[in-house]
């Protein structure tokens, strides 16, 4: 689970009231999003769309909060957009959205991925975006190549063939 701004502000030298109210300041005057793309990788030859449940156990009174796929977690939904670099995956942007809104809502996941590689597509260019399975739907795929947006989509498959003892003879 990724680190509160209670728990950076805790770690942080002074009083920790004091650090919180400095990171809020902080995150208030700067976009996180824009200094992420200054991390954008320009000879990557793929971006990587990765989605994340963010879990938020304490956050029962949060607008944006809603119930992760467990049906128990509070979280919300984060899309990572990553290059590689080494043998790593090194973020260059991300978009979050409420689980609770999503599901007010059946077209607003689709809506919501629809902006989110509109977005990056000036960014991606002539590269392929690489995605996993949760993004294998007509509709998004549709929207992808109108688009223009050069897309690869990873299925999970299982490895077993029906037929197996053809493949020993």
């Known amino acids: 689970m990724p680190p509160r701004l209670s728990d950076i502000a805790r770690e942080m030298r002074g009083k920790e009231d004091r650090n919180y109210k400095y990171i809020q300041r902080f995150l208030e005057k700067t976009k996180p999003q824009e200094s992420l ?10 971006v990587i769309g990765d989605p994340t449940e963010m879990p938020r156990p304490q956050a029962k009174k949060t607008d944006y909060i809603g ?6 977690t509070s979280g919300y939904w984060l899309m990572f957009l990553s290059t590689a ?10 978009v979050s959205n409420s689980f ?10 689709n809506r919501h991925h629809f902006e989110a590689f509109a977005n990056v597509k000036d960014l991606i260019g002539d590269r392929p975006l690489v995605l996993d399975c949760e ?4 509709e998004l795929m549709e929207n992808l190549v ?7 989509i990873r299925l999970k498959v299982d490895p077993k063939f029906a037929n197996q ?3 020993s003879t």
């Open 37 to 46: 793309l200054r991390l954008f990788q320009k000879n990557a030859s793929f």
């Open 67 to 72: 119930t992760l796929s467990d049906g128990q």
């Open 85 to 94: 670099f080494h043998g790593r995956s090194i973020p260059c942007g991300f």
């Open 100 to 109: 609770k809104t999503i599901n007010q809502e059946a077209t607003f996941r």
């Open 135 to 138: 993004f294998s739907y007509l």
């Open 146 to 152: 109108f688009e223009g947006i050069n897309f690869v």
């Open 165 to 167: 003892e053809s493949l």
